[in-house]
């Protein structure tokens, strides 16, 4: 039976595929934007839009940018010889914390999950590659989630950047978590992260 109206529904239909709404707080989230105000919704539904024309990734480091290139990569006081590969945004926002990492980022934009069919064609991988020839970088940083997809993707990238025999390669201490829980970590936690790096031999 259908308890609510068909445009409620719609709504609710669109809520739950967020993640962790599931139908209870989708239905709850409907019905409280139905008792806001007008401006307010077409406001929200606006927003929404908006973001999703205006932000794309930025051309150098894959970055989220309302821009071509985005603030970090344009920044000219940060260090250009490091590099952090990171899986999404949520890396960033943990090296950021520290306020003593400098260096630029790689967002790869996902992990290789061999069960979904995500290979590494599908990350932002290739770019990665041109900019350590291109530019004079001396040391590529590890800083993605300790899972299984992350090692997985950790190992396949290493792979590639065997050929560049005098590059530093590093990863951030084991057993910190990087990823969508940073906002549960205080920075304190990935200062240590960053300066008990470790060399990865390959
Ligand atoms: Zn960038």
Redesign the pocket.
Known sequence: MNYYTNSIDEVIHYLSKLPTIGRKSATKMALKILEMDDEFVVNFAKSIINMKKNTHH??????L?ENE??N???DEKRDKSTIAIVEDIFGIVSLEKTKIYRG??HVLNGLVVPRDGITLDDLNVSSLISRIEKENVKEVIFAISQTIDGELTELYIIDLLKKFKDLKISKIANGIPIGRSVENYDELTFIRALEDRKEVEY
């Open positions: 930025c051309k150098i480091c894959g970055n940018t290139i985005c970090i990569c344009s630029m980022y």
